[in-house]
């Protein structure tokens, strides 16, 4: 069973930045590919960046282009997001989610429904 725990959250002012954490546990973590999402309240749930934990093209979404960057560390199970230039409208509760098998496509890592496990978040509050 694989545990996935985010930290790094926390109040910033507009323009600052954050590193969220996220580490993976379990007997063996081999995932096809990690992502992040984040949920604002009254909202749904909604991608932010993923990426295949082997390497190759990590994705994002519009609204983080340029400001935000995911990168992961294979050794030690864990996926950062480096998030710059804050925003108010980038307030929510992050979390990563981690996908077991093969993506079909590179439009399927934008679902949260296409990931197995999800860690409990971390509260990311941007002030004006």
């Known amino acids: 069973q694989v545990q996935l725990v985010e930290s790094g959250g926390g109040l910033v002012q507009a323009g600052g930045s954050l590193r969220l954490s996220c580490a993976a546990s379990?007997?063996?973590?081999?995932?096809?590919?990690m992502g992040w999402f984040r949920q604002a309240p009254g909202k749904e749930r909604e991608f932010v960046a993923a990426?295949?934990?082997?390497?190759?093209?990590?994705y994002y979404a519009d609204s983080v282009k340029g400001r935000f960057t995911m990168s992961r560390d294979n050794a030690k199970n864990t996926v950062y997001l480096q998030m710059n230039s804050l925003k108010p409208e980038d307030t929510a509760v992050y979390y990563c989610?981690?996908?077991?098998?093969?993506?079909?496509?590179?439009?399927?890592?934008?679902?949260?429904?296409?990931?197995?496990?999800w860690g409990q978040g971390t509260q990311v509050t941007v002030s004006s």
């Open positions: 989610a981690v996908r077991k098998s093969l993506m079909i496509s590179s439009s399927s890592y934008y679902y949260p429904n296409n990931y197995e496990n």
């Open positions: 379990g007997r063996t973590f081999s995932p096809y590919a």
């Open positions: 990426t295949r934990w082997s390497g190759g093209s990590t």
